[in-house]
């Protein structure tokens, strides 16, 4: 029985709207509703973290910073993000740069066969031990809580 004989109950009808109106028309757009309060109140937290502790108070920080970090891990088991994360992640492309002398190419080509390949290390005799090679490699970057996860696009 409705305690409330004025009102009727809240219909999927209802919810949908409210939904839509509190939440957003899309997901998209969602995101984008619920993201500014989020990052303000992790800003906040931080802030005041970092600022307002002293002595054996200034480890809040840290403190806080692993919470979040657990939290993200057990966050992302719970409603099962991984491969949503993983699928994010692959968007976000970036071009990582690395200078060294063909010397330590080719050190790494004898030690660590693997990374000189990813790299695209093709040795050439002509140029000396000292003289720079750049390579460029595009990866991808791996999830965790605090990591920069925006590299520069390729």
């Not at 979040?68 to 057990?74: A, L």
């Not at 004898?110 to 093709?122: H, I, N, Q, V, Y």
């Not at 140029?127 to 750049?134: H, I, M, R, V, W």
Request: aromatic share 10%; proline share 8%; glycine share 8%.
């Amino acid at each position: 029985m409705n305690p409330n004989p004025q009102r009727q109950p809240y219909t999927a009808e209802e919810f949908k709207r409210h939904r839509k109106l509190f939440w957003g028309q899309t997901p998209e757009e969602s995101v984008r509703r619920q993201m500014r309060p989020c990052l303000d109140a992790l800003e906040l937290l931080f802030t005041a973290a970092a600022k307002y502790g002293t002595g054996a108070e200034s480890t809040r920080l840290p403190g806080v910073l692993g919470s979040f970090n657990q939290w993200c891990q057990q966050t992302a088991e719970d409603f099962e993000l991984g491969p949503g994360i993983d699928a994010q992640l692959a968007e976000r492309p970036r071009t990582d740069v690395s200078t060294r002398s063909f010397g330590q190419w080719r050190a790494m080509a004898k030690e660590l066969p693997d990374s000189a390949r990813m790299w695209g290390f093709k040795d050439n005799p002509k140029q000396g031990d000292e003289a720079p090679l750049t390579l460029r490699m595009e990866t991808f970057p791996v999830w965790a809580p605090g990591w920069d996860m925006r590299g520069t696009k390729s």
